[in-house]
């Protein structure tokens, strides 16, 4: 998605503004959004067809920055203890710094509009391939295939989501949720490396 700027931009981000966790994205009415925006109503059809196209571009907005430093620390790292680590304790704490954001994902994700809906799963599927990409690429959990590094990361991103609202809700929990995603991750890769072993090794490693 291309950098917005101008009159497109002023709308996505009085949208953030005015989202909180009772409201959705498609609940705001067009003059509150550019009241909120500083703008004539009518500006907003200079910039978008509709509401959904709108919507597309507010998620978008939303994933681009987080996805970004995700995958700076990734291609980081050394291993792939590291990188979980690393990619758990930036996402929960952009969760946190951009809890409406974070708000309207998780909803939308189970919203009306089938637009939306259909974007959010896609951009998933992108997050998750990213992650695949950059652990084949860094090699941060050899001896697995590329196959189940791709299952791995798309489970991950989407169990990385299911627990955002939890952890923004639940602040004095926000230590154990962040240990229990990382321990997610890391035994879902060793739980493959495990599986390449034959049956047999496996026997005498539990007789020790």
């Given at each position: 998605?291309?950098?917005?700027?101008?009159?497109?931009?002023?709308?996505?981000?009085?949208?953030?503004?005015?989202?909180?966790?009772?409201?959705?994205?498609?609940?705001?009415?067009?003059?509150?959004?550019?009241?909120?925006?500083?703008?004539?109503?009518?500006?907003?059809?200079?910039?978008?067809?509709?509401?959904?196209?709108?919507?597309?571009?507010?998620?978008?907005?939303?994933?681009?920055?987080?996805?970004?430093?995700?995958?700076?620390?990734?291609?980081?790292?050394?291993?792939?203890?590291?990188?979980?680590?690393?990619?758990?304790?930036?996402?929960?704490?952009?969760?946190?710094?951009?809890a409406?954001?974070?708000?309207?994902?998780?909803?939308?994700?189970?919203?009306?509009?089938?637009?939306?809906?259909?974007?959010?799963?896609?951009?998933?599927d992108?997050?998750?391939?990213?992650?695949?990409?950059?652990?084949?690429e860094?090699?941060?959990?050899?001896?697995v295939?590329?196959?189940?590094?791709?299952?791995?990361?798309?489970?991950?991103?989407?169990?990385?989501?299911?627990?955002?609202?939890?952890?923004?809700?639940?602040p004095?929990?926000?230590?154990?949720?962040?240990?229990?995603?990382?321990r997610?991750?890391?035994?879902?890769?060793?739980?493959?490396?495990?599986?390449?072993?034959?049956?047999g090794?496996?026997?005498?490693?539990?007789?020790?």
């Open positions: 998605m291309s950098v917005m700027t101008g009159g497109k931009l002023k709308l996505v981000q009085a949208a953030l503004r005015l989202i909180t966790q009772s409201r959705s994205l498609t609940s705001l009415g067009l003059r509150e959004l550019a009241r909120e925006a500083g703008l004539n109503p009518n500006t907003f059809y200079r910039h978008f067809s509709s509401l959904d196209e709108f919507g597309l571009h507010v998620l978008g907005y939303i994933a681009e920055e987080m996805k970004t430093g995700v995958r700076e620390l990734r291609r980081m790292a050394e291993s792939s203890d590291q990188a979980s680590r690393e990619t758990v304790a930036f996402v929960y704490h952009y969760f946190q710094s951009n409406a954001a974070t708000t309207v994902a998780v909803r939308e994700l189970h919203g009306p509009s089938p637009v939306l809906r259909r974007a959010l799963e896609a951009q998933l992108a997050s998750a391939r990213e992650m695949a990409e950059d652990i084949i860094r090699q941060l959990v050899p001896g295939d590329e196959a189940t590094i791709h299952e791995i990361s798309h489970m991950t991103i989407r169990y990385i989501l299911f627990r955002a609202m939890d952890y923004i809700e639940k004095d929990q926000r230590e154990r949720i962040q240990l229990e995603t990382e997610f991750i890391n035994r879902q890769f060793r739980g493959a490396l495990v599986e390449r072993v034959e049956p090794e496996i026997a005498r490693w539990v007789g020790h």
